[in-house]
């Protein structure tokens, strides 16, 4: 009997169904048809014939005591070619923002909306989350083999990526003495080099009776992400680089315009090498490797072209024309010499399951699959039911890699993952009875601790030389460093194995400065690093600038500044040309801060400080003199009142009002608490009494002065009782002077600028001169009432006028008898007092008397007129006293054009009829 005792059944499992309506139903599950081995379950059992007698014999039995046991720690034998990545932690929206930025900065003439950019962030998350979980297009990246050269030896190298792309092909040799065993022999040189980065790294050692045969050596496949190449291993064993050259180069358009998703180099003896590869929709194509020439043909179509799978993965079968096809639910066995049939071996037996690797060992004929869930061994003879399988119990990964190695005639199954690093070993092989045993227990190899997350590449490897049953177990770390560890195959009651001490690496001068500038070196993304989001704590300089030592803690500083301030304006050297608040005066009064800022508000002074508050409260800052050695002041406070209604003259009182800002008081509040809010309200409450003062340099005057002379008053008078329009006087200006910013302009009318800067005037044009005449500096805007000169209905009367013109009938009163014969002879001539004149072209809010127009008869009035493009007409205003005194006026409408003449036509000029 040949396999293990199986129950083959249906069995029928209730389910209590969710819902409104809760009912049990039944669901078949299908048992497995093969035994299963599981830690702590009963496994099958055989009767058999032992002589005379019958004895019992189990699957899972423990015959022997040999396993793996470590001889040499972990070693580094290659350092890292890669720098430190960059983790960002950043959301979708952050990097769209950040994509957005740096397309503006380097690439301006790019115009892409935000909402494109982000939904290709998005789009490519997504497909980065989904690959980071399962890539079918990776595969191992390290790789081992042997050749013979010319002198009838056996070299042994490793191959594996370097660079910080992974795009480089590093061969190292491998050499093999009794007493250390095996030796790396490192170099930091690439053999060879390859445009984008290295996915899967093939290779098939030949016997040694092909170098009789064929001066061909080993192949070695590289597949990157648009290439597959096939590189030819040379014999010479005095060679510093042992890649010859390159054979064959596969493109996508040669496999069916597909990628390729995993290589395989067969072991053979034709003398034209060849090689097999899948594309990811599972069609397989050989490729004959010939010198100077490949061909490239199809050997079988995909076998299952209906299923949505881009997962296959190709082994070696029995012979030369037999292959295994893996698929992510299928096992199949195809026959190169049928090229339309594949035979199905195995299927998976639930849809949360998957196949993940498939290894064949000819040594006893057992084909070991895979899956995310158990490990199984399928005899090819009899492969529509494997022969049992094992629980691994390791969680859900489609990473799983299986692989097998011959220890003193028994195949060892390893089973590890590029996601850890925990590496499980399985010993199945055939017994006396020819059936399949699993001899000892799963048991783990100690793991290598190689930095980074995954594992890219790994390989067992032993060496030919090697007489023993050792092992040499190579991993491949993410940022590219070679690690190495050694077993041997021994029994473990015979005691621990000799450890081996040194001989383990050969590192050059090259070597070691690679590991020193390489080790904490991070990745140089060049202008895409502008991307990064980075976040900087500055609790270290807050406290140094808020919570720190405080300057107001030497009193002398505080005694200088208070000393200082009354003699502020004396010091300066230089007129200050803007405003200063009583704090900017303090600021200036004391000494240079030792950490200046941009605003002086958060620099500080020595007055922010308890001292100066009780300065404050004392009554001991000098505002006062401040104020008498200052040219202008005002008090802001009632300006700050509006900002803020708590601020108030009386400390007291403010500290009061502001006391409505504390928080809860409650019995888990510290004393510390209580005194910082304290000390914050005295701070608040000082800077708001620095603030409430403004102090300049240059005198302001509050009101302008009329200054007369007697040929200005007959000036004025004169052209009161012209016919024209009265233009307004020049601006004086009071703080602020305008400047002219054209160069030119203020070199040609140099002179006037001249008289300009003598009369304290700026000539400006007339509409500005009538635009700022509407407004006196100082008029209530309360009592304030804009009255339309060119509104008839709106006559100005005694009530209306506003308070800037009865200040100046009071300033300039008309002069009486009474006073002449007081006050004797007048220095000055009385000045004339002008009737009203038209209003000007520009309307403006100076309330003027309107023209009188003569009386006429009813039947000669002259209908009203409209202005300013309105649609209704003007209404006429009241009628007008006999004894009233008008000015003679040519104008007999009031306005900008009224009484104006018609157009004079002109005379049309006779058309010419014809003839000469």
Known sequence: ?????????????????????????????????????????????????????????????????????????????????????????????????????????????????????????????????????????????????????????????????????????????????????????????????????????????RGAELSTTRAAGTVVAARTYSSTYFLEVDNNGESSKPIKGELAQIRHSESGNRRIVDVMVPQETRETPSALFVNDQGTIFECELAKGKKTVRTILASPSPDLNEDFFRLTHGSEETTLFLLTGSRVHLADLRTADYAQEIHCRKSKDDFLTSLDYSSDDGLLRVCSTSEVLWIDQRHSKKPLFSVKHGRRFDRHLQVDSMLFDDRPLTFLNSRRNGLVTVYDVSRGDESLAHLFVPPYTLPSLQVPGSTRPGHAFFRHPEDTKDNVCFIQLSDRGSVHRMDFQYSSTASGSPI????????????????????????????????????????????????????????????????????????????????????????FRSGSEPRDPSRDDFFTGTPLDSVRGYRALKQGRIPLEAVIKRSSSHWNILPILRHLVPDVHEDTEELLHRLSRYDLASSEDRPAASFRRETEAREQLALDLALSSDLFSSRVVKTEVAVQEDDFETVSRATEAMSIGVAEPPEMKFRFLDPIS??????????????????????????????????????????????????????????????????????????????????????????????????????????????????????????????????????????????????????QVLPGPYGGRPEPVKKKPAKKRVGGF
């Open 1 to 205: 009997m040949s396999s293990w005792p199986t129950i083959h059944s249906k069995e029928a499992t209730s389910v209590l169904r969710k819902g409104k309506h809760r009912e049990e139903a039944s669901i078949e599950v299908q048992v497995a048809d093969y035994p299963v081995v599981e830690y702590g379950g009963l496994t099958s059992a055989n009767l058999n014939h032992e002589g005379r007698r019958l004895h019992w014999t189990f699957l899972s039995e423990e015959r022997t005591d040999k396993k793996l046991v470590l001889t040499r720690d972990a070693v580094k034998v290659f350092p890292s070619t890669k720098s430190l990545p960059h983790k960002s932690t950043l959301g979708i929206k952050q990097v769209a923002e950040q994509t957005s930025h740096f397309l503006r900065l380097h690439y301006p003439d790019v115009d892409l909306p935000s909402e494109v950019i982000r939904d290709h962030i998005a789009e490519d998350a997504l497909i980065e989350r989904k690959l980071s979980t399962f890539d079918p297009y990776i595969g191992n990246t390290l790789t081992t083999f042997s050749r013979p050269t010319e002198r009838g030896e056996l070299a042994s190298y490793v191959a594996f990526p370097m660079g910080e792309t992974s795009s480089e092909l590093n061969i190292t040799p491998l050499l093999h003495t009794k007493e250390h065993g095996i030796t790396f022999v490192p170099s930091t040189s690439a053999t060879w080099a390859f445009p984008i980065p290295i996915l899967q790294l093939v290779s098939e050692s």
């Open 499 to 586: 450890m081996c001490d040194g001989g383990s690496v050969k590192w050059s001068e090259d070597v070691y400065e690679l590991e020193k500038d390489l080790e904490n070196r991070h990745a140089e993304p060049g202008p895409m690093g502008e991307r990064r989001y980075e976040e900087t704590d500055l609790t270290d300089a807050y406290t140094s600038l808020f919570c720190g030592e405080d300057s107001g803690d030497n009193p002398n500083a505080t005694y200088d500044v208070l000393d200082t301030m009354p003699v502020f304006w004396q010091k300066q050297e230089a007129p200050v040309e803007h405003i200063l608040t009583t704090f900017d005066i303090a």
């Open 741 to 890: 910013l054209e160069g030119e302009e203020r070199a040609r009318k140099s002179d006037e600028k001249a008289a300009e800067s003598e009369s304290g005037g700026f000539l400006l044009p007339l509409g500005v001169r009538l635009l700022l005449s509407d407004w006196t500096i100082g008029t209530d805007p309360q009592e304030y009432m804009y009255v339309d000169p060119y509104d008839a209905s709106t006559a100005p009367s005694m009530h209306t006028m506003p308070r800037m013109q009865e200040k100046s009938r009071k300033q300039a009163p008309l002069p009486s008898a009474a006073t002449g014969s007081q006050g004797g002879q007048p220095q000055r001539p009385p000045p004339v007092v002008a009737g009203p004149s038209a209003p000007p072209p520009i309307a403006s809010s100076q309330l003027v008397h309107p023209p009188r127009v003569p009386s006429l008869p009813q039947s000669q009035q002259v209908p009203p007129r409209m202005f300013n493009g309105a649609s209704q007409p003007t209404q006429a205003g009241p009628p007008m006293s006999q004894n009233h005194m008008s000015m003679p006026s040519t």
